[in-house]
């Protein structure tokens, strides 16, 4: 079905341990984002791509690593999982500037590192 | 302090009340978003005004740019508007966000 998917929905995993979001998008949009949500801080951006082989850093970049290779994918990588990374991730997609077009979100990801 | 401020934090309310929620912003803008988020977890757009007022349903999203400040309206509030909106206001390709109004509604 179209839309944006995000995989797992779930994770647990442990301090140390590389984990791998995914994010895909069916809409050929150009831009595609990745946002963690914390209480008390509400949606932090942490990398975003305006296309494919185009990244750049958020807000919250550290200890994540991002690739988008293909226009439809745009995975999150945690290269050594902390505790304070535990978070609801979601990735979003536009078509293009975040100043002319809306952004859509996908389900979500809560992960857990213990 | 940060970028974008919403107002208030918590917002409880009857059913049919008219409910706002307010956001102010500090830095200058090309647009401002408004998101809801479901208790569930997901998260949908709901406007994205530059200028003006726009209306969907029951909802209405009003922004004075001068005055650096947008308002979302809702009419005839409903249970199943029990949600957290979410403002965030452009900065270039990205958004910047407040951190979001708890709205519940009472039958």
């Known amino acids: 079905d179209a839309g944006i998917t995000q995989s797992p929905r779930y994770k647990i995993t442990e301090t140390g341990r590389q984990v791998t979001l995914m994010c895909h998008q069916t809409?050929?949009?150009?831009?595609m984002f990745w946002y963690r949500q914390d209480l008390g801080h509400g949606l932090r951006l942490i990398y975003y791509?305006?296309?494919?082989?185009?990244?750049d850093k958020g807000e919250v970049p550290d200890g994540y690593v991002v690739s988008r290779s293909k226009t439809e994918n745009f995975p999150l990588t945690l290269e050594s999982a902390t505790r304070s990374q535990t978070s609801v991730y979601f990735c979003?997609?536009?078509?293009?500037?975040?100043?002319?077009?809306?952004?859509?979100f996908g389900p979500g990801t809560r992960l857990t590192v213990l | 302090k940060n970028e974008v401020e919403q107002s208030p934090q918590n917002l409880t309310a009857q059913e049919g009340e008219f409910i706002t929620i307010n956001c102010s912003y500090s830095?200058?803008?090309?647009?401002l978003h408004w998101l809801q988020q479901h208790p569930g977890g997901g998260i949908v757009s709901l406007f994205m005004?530059?200028?003006g007022k726009k209306k969907h349903g029951r909802l209405i999203a009003t922004i004075n740019i001068q005055e650096k400040h947008s308002s979302l309206h809702i009419t005839a509030s409903h249970p199943r508007d029990s949600a957290v909106y979410i403002c965030?206001?452009?900065?270039?390709?990205?958004?910047?966000f407040g951190t979001g109004t708890r709205l519940q509604v009472f039958p």
């Open positions: 965030a206001v452009t900065d270039t390709d990205k958004l910047i």
């Open positions: 979003a997609s536009s078509l293009g500037s975040s100043s002319y077009n809306e952004q859509f």
């Open positions: 005004l530059s200028s």
């Open positions: 809409w050929s949009h150009s831009y």
């Open positions: 830095v200058g803008i090309s647009a």
């Open positions: 791509s305006a296309a494919a082989d185009i990244t």
